[in-house]
């Protein structure tokens, strides 16, 4: 039979020669004293059965004949002794399950799932032994809700189910002012937020699946969408503006003071109302980029008693709010790791995130660091899809490999995911798939997973194309970023030039970028975009997957086409581009714009399109100034 191609490939794998032919009505035993804990294991089992054309029933009763049972499921410790571990033995007449826990049972019905969707069709599955278990404990996804997209709960469900079938057992939502606190509806209202009654419903239906939701609130920078509204401007450090580590001056106030009491009150009510909706014991409370303090009201206390002080008070000050919760505190490790003289003063039980989305981010370094002050902590990586339209594919797969060997090198003790919405949130999902895919195979069995065949991986698992074509054509369409020949941090120069339209071509961040390239990129995008409509999907959402992929490309190639004209324009500035030239970009960027519009909101809530859109809308009124 043809090689086996599961996501994530499991830490052993034993051939054993043969074929189990699937005869009709067996049955499927969940050997539990408590089978009901199996429920939902024997319905993925079910589910997995049917794509080979079987429908096997379940049952809580071993029987008398035992030539009736198929399948058999039990939990048993002993046996695997690693936690969320299983074995899964396919013999020519018997699929069994032996599982450390109930999630070890879950995720050999994932790995039978996968099996029968590779051999679908075909009546058959191929003899084998496996026995796999996480390298990491906790493994997670989070998903920025706040800049500016926030899902359906169709789409949070979708992206529950496939992430539990890659074995990623902890989920965030990254907010800022996108939950519907009751008593602050000036901050959300325009937002289309998540309600208290969704996330009960999401808690529940992640729980079913083995995954873990947990809170994720930021508290102290990235405040302003509440700062900039005069009921909580005298909350913030600096109200009147501050200026960035990079040298750009900022007049929105970002940060919660330190200082002031009202803060601390604020979060307590917020934590009060949004904690309360969640199983989970953890909370990720954020504290990163407080890049604006001390250059406000706490700028005497930072001169007198440090910066990094300043901050480790306040963050002292939420823990003991989050305490009375009985949660277990998340916070990213930026700020501190600037200060490690201090990292030895976090209270005990406390969990820094260390995060960088570059591929050579230092986790090595720091998670030592953390490690030898006895500090769990996760690695923090990132799918480096945002400020880059359509992903950047080497970067990504670099950052994420990183960051699962030196975390386990260094004792991290979970792996969280990152997929960012910065400046409009202009990458479309699908376009995260590739990150998810291998930071969930990484995360779970590193070296088994290493060199995986990610575009036939994403094939038969994320995209389902029977073709062949889209798991390539996404890997491919990710790595454009590169054909321009100017490697950015954080980003992708084409992103740049749209982002950024005001901005010399030639100086800063886009210094190198040339016609010749961009003629290239050109080259290239026609090269990798041929290819999408051979693709055969077998998703419910194809259709829309296949436009999400074409909008990307248009817009990388509306990049070109723009870079192209400054380049040769007079001082590089729109006002300059010939006039047919710029009515050509304007009715091109409308139909681009239209379309964005349209597939937003299949899967996302109308809250943020008008904040997304505007980036291009502001370049779209320059054509005609």
């Known amino acids: 039979m043809e090689p086996l191609t599961l996501l994530p490939m499991p830490q052993r794998l034993h051939p054993l020669g043969d074929t189990c032919r699937l005869q009709p009505d067996r049955l499927i035993w969940l050997a539990s004293d408590h089978p009901g804990t199996l429920l939902r294991t024997g319905q993925a089992i079910q589910e997995a059965l049917a794509a080979i054309g079987q429908r096997w029933e379940l049952t809580a009763a071993r029987g008398d004949d035992l030539s009736r049972i198929g399948a058999i499921v039990h939990v048993d410790p002993t046996q695997m002794p690693r936690a969320e571990g299983y074995h899964l033995t396919i013999t020519t007449d018997q699929i069994r399950i032996v599982a450390h826990d109930a999630a070890g049972a879950f995720y050999a019905a994932m790995t039978l799932r996968q099996l029968a969707r590779q051999f679908a069709g075909k009546g058959e599955l191929p003899c084998l032994r496996i026995e796999d278990w996480p390298d990491f404990p906790h493994r997670g996804v989070m998903l920025d809700i706040s800049r500016d997209k926030v899902p359906t709960m169709e789409t949070l469900y979708m992206l529950i189910d496939m992430l539990a079938e890659w074995k990623v057992n902890q989920f965030q939502l990254y907010i800022e002012h996108t ?13 289309s937020p998540m309600t208290g009654e969704q996330i009960l419903a999401l808690d529940a239906y992640a729980r079913e699946r083995y995954v873990e939701l947990v809170p994720n609130q930021n508290s102290f920078g990235h405040m302003h969408r509440w700062l900039i509204h005069e009921r909580y401007r005298h909350l913030a450090e600096a109200p009147d503006g501050w200026l960035s580590p990079w040298g750009t001056r900022y007049e929105e106030p970002f940060s919660l003071c330190p200082l002031e009491p009202g803060s601390i009150t604020l979060l307590r009510e917020l934590y009060d109302e949004l904690l309360p909706h969640f199983s989970s014991r953890q909370f990720n409370f954020g504290c990163d980029e407080t890049f604006d303090l001390g250059q406000g009201k706490s700028k005497q206390a930072c001169q007198e008693r440090g910066v990094g002080r300043v901050y480790l008070d306040f963050l002292l000050k939420i823990h003991d709010l989050v305490q009375r919760h009985g949660r277990t505190m998340q916070f990213w490790g930026d700020i501190i790791m600037h200060h490690p003289e201090l990292i030895p003063e976090l209270p005990e039980g406390i969990i820094a995130l260390e ?27 990132g799918t480096s899809s945002w400020n880059s339209i359509a992903g950047r594919t080497e970067n990504a797969l670099g950052n994420l490999w990183n960051a699962a060997e030196n975390g386990l090198a260094h004792g991290a003790i979970g792996y969280l995911n990152t997929d960012w919405g910065d400046n409009g949130h202009w990458q479309h999902l ?17 070296q088994a997973n290493r060199a995986i065949d990610l575009p036939r991986t994403l094939d038969l698992h994320a995209f389902q194309d029977t073709a062949g074509v889209m798991g390539r054509f996404a890997y491919d369409l990710g790595n454009t970023y590169r054909e321009t020949g100017v490697l950015l941090h954080n980003s992708s120069a084409l992103a740049q030039v749209l982002l950024h339209p005001e901005r010399p071509v030639e100086e800063g961040r886009l210094i190198g970028l040339t016609v010749e390239g961009l003629d290239h990129v050109y080259s ?10 051979q693709a055969r999907m077998a998703r419910p959402d194809a259709a829309q997957i296949a436009d999400e992929f074409r909008n990307a490309a248009a817009l990388l190639r509306h990049a070109c086409t723009l870079g192209i004209a400054r380049l040769q324009a007079e001082g590089g500035e729109i006002p300059h581009i010939p006039i047919k030239t710029r009515q050509k970009l304007a009715e091109e960027l409308e139909g681009i714009i239209a379309e964005y519009r349209r597939l937003w909101l299949v ?5 943020g399109l008008s904040d997304s859109v505007g980036r291009l809308e502001r370049l779209l009124s320059l054509y005609s100034a």
């Open 603 to 607: 899967r996302n809530r109308p809250g």
């Open 355 to 381: 995060w960088g989305y570059e591929a050579d981010h230092p986790f090595a370094a720091d998670g030592e660091k953390f490690a030898a002050a006895g500090v769990p902590f996760y690695v923090c990586p």
């Open 524 to 533: 290239y995008l026609d090269q990798v975009t041929a290819r999408l409509s």
């Open 430 to 446: 699908p376009i995260s798939f590739l990150g998810f895919a291998y930071g969930a195979a990484v995360s779970w069995a590193a």
């Open 179 to 191: 939950f519907a606190y009751r008593n602050h509806r000036e901050v959300w209202e325009k937002a």
